[in-house]
């Protein structure tokens, strides 16, 4: 029976893309316990099947040495199986040529930096780059990540990425900006209007600029400055995961474009003629090794820019065929990254590493109870 059992789990893994999202981790979740059942039965009793072995070999015992190959066979496909969840993410898929166009795509170097701080990684390997796109006016949100989830660490690089401010008070903004920048060395600002429609021209120049000034860092986190990070846990976390070709967070693998021009997330067939996107995650926050932002900032020179930055992003992998990869807990099983709005509840935020909707107070409450007692659940 586990024979068949596990045979069908590296089916469902493989073919992972056909089940709903929900299905099929409720599927992967129950193969998956039953498949390590027997694997720990196998680690736990070795010398018993050595021994029958040897029984079967002096003894001549067709019935036990059938036994032995149906456990031998058994093993091998478990282990099969778990050394494919381990791995494939390390294996990019095959590139789509279809997202490839000149037309209309983004070019880091159009660009400049108007604040800049180069030297931020020059003497120091940071493990984790928080990269936090942040409107210029919004000071209080800046705080709050800084005394919270981004507060300077031995580990841990928090930078800022905004544009022009706009509107009545754009002088007074910019000044207020540069005086913030003075102080605490950590904000990055690009010469163009800071909009939803630039977010991606955002995304892709903190890419450009990750690459280039901290080419030593590990892994790049793009998270949005609203978010709850649970930095003790993505740090542990982390630690295991693959350090090249890597990104997760909440993957969306059933995207579609919509073309009613008076949403805000409008798509025209010409700058994506396809009716569904590819597997992408979700930009609220994704977790990427280092190595994967100077080569999305190479793909953007491929790609026809839309305004959805996390869609492009994942139109600049799929030029590069790297997949996203899902991120979740097996008991209970939950995404890792969620994206829906919770109420703070210390132990529940503390199997996860994102939560969405936090404001700068709701943050700073929730963070100072969440830092002293996380542990404890």
């Excluded at 001549?60 to 050394?83: C, D, I, N, Y």
């Excluded at 450009?208 to 986190?221: E, L």
């Excluded at 994942?314 to 709005?341: T, W």
């Amino acid at each position: 029976m586990y024979i068949y059992i596990s045979f069908i789990y590296c089916l469902i893994y493989l073919f992972q893309d056909v089940f709903h999202r929900h299905i099929y981790l409720f599927m992967f979740v129950f193969i998956y316990l039953i498949s390590a059942k027997t694997a720990s039965y196998v680690k736990r009793h070795v010398h018993t099947c050595l021994y029958t072995v040897y029984v079967t070999r002096v003894r001549g015992t067709p019935h036990s040495w059938r036994l032995v190959k149906l456990l031998a066979v058994s093993s091998v496909l478990v282990l099969t199986a778990q050394f494919l969840v381990s791995t494939r993410t390390q294996h990019p898929a095959k590139p789509d040529g279809l997202t490839v166009q000149r037309g209309g795509a983004l070019s880091p170097h159009t660009y400049h930096y108007t604040l800049d701080q180069p030297a931020v990684c020059r003497h120091r390997r940071p493990f984790l780059v928080f990269m936090v796109p942040v409107a210029p006016q919004e000071a209080a949100a800046r705080e709050a990540v800084r005394t919270t989830w981004g507060a300077p660490g031995q580990d841990t690089l928090t930078l800022f990425f905004t544009g022009l401010p706009e509107g009545p008070r754009v002088s007074s903004i910019q000044d207020k900006l540069e005086d913030e920048s003075g102080t605490h060395a950590d904000i990055v600002q690009m010469n163009f209007r800071d909009s939803y429609q630039n977010l991606t021209i955002k995304t892709v120049l903190m890419m450009n600029w990750v690459a280039t000034h901290c080419p030593n860092a590990t892994y790049v986190m793009k998270v949005d400055a609203d978010i709850f990070v649970n930095v003790f846990h993505l740090l542990g976390w982390l630690r295991s995961a693959p350090r090249r070709g890597f990104i997760t967070g909440s993957v969306i693998s059933d995207g579609r474009p919509r073309r009613d021009n008076s949403s805000k997330w409008y798509v025209s067939e010409e700058q994506f003629p396809e009716d569904r996107f590819p597997r992408y995650v979700s930009g609220a926050g994704y977790v990427l090794s280092a190595d994967l932002a100077g080569r999305i900032s190479w793909a953007s020179r491929f790609v026809r820019m839309i305004s959805m930055e996390d869609v492009y992003v994942g139109l600049c992998l799929r030029v590069l065929g790297v997949r996203p990869v899902y991120s979740f807990s097996l008991l209970p099983p939950r995404n890792l990254f969620e994206i829906r709005d919770l109420a703070y509840d210390r132990c529940a935020f503390a199997k996860l590493i994102i939560v969405n909707g936090f404001k700068p107070s709701k943050l700073l409450h929730a963070w100072r109870d969440f830092s002293k007692d996380h542990g404890s659940c």
